[in-house]
């Protein structure tokens, strides 16, 4: 059973920095979270309460073929 986010979705949006990979940003669009790094956009698909997979975005459509996407807490 997937549990719903603790926080509001405005609360993600941000730029955010990893050591290693750089900085990316966290937006809303049509109520939903997008990352942009190294402009290459991905819809956070939320998973479990704060830990959302990242799915790529190809064409201005997200690609959930990928098994196993990157899985991050925020």
Not at 10 to 30: A, D, L, P, Q, R
Not at 54 to 69: E, L, M, R, S
Request: hydrophobic share 30%; with cysteine; net charge positive.
């Amino acid at each position: 059973m997937l549990c719903s986010s603790l926080r509001n979705y405005v609360e993600f949006t941000g730029i955010y920095e990893y050591k290693g990979y750089g900085k990316f940003k966290i937006s809303i669009g049509n109520d939903s979270l997008f990352s942009r790094f190294n402009e290459k956009k991905q819809y956070l698909n939320h998973f479990h309460y704060d830990l959302f997979e990242f799915n790529n975005v190809k064409n201005g459509k997200i690609d959930t073929t990928a098994i196993g996407n990157f899985k991050d807490k925020f």
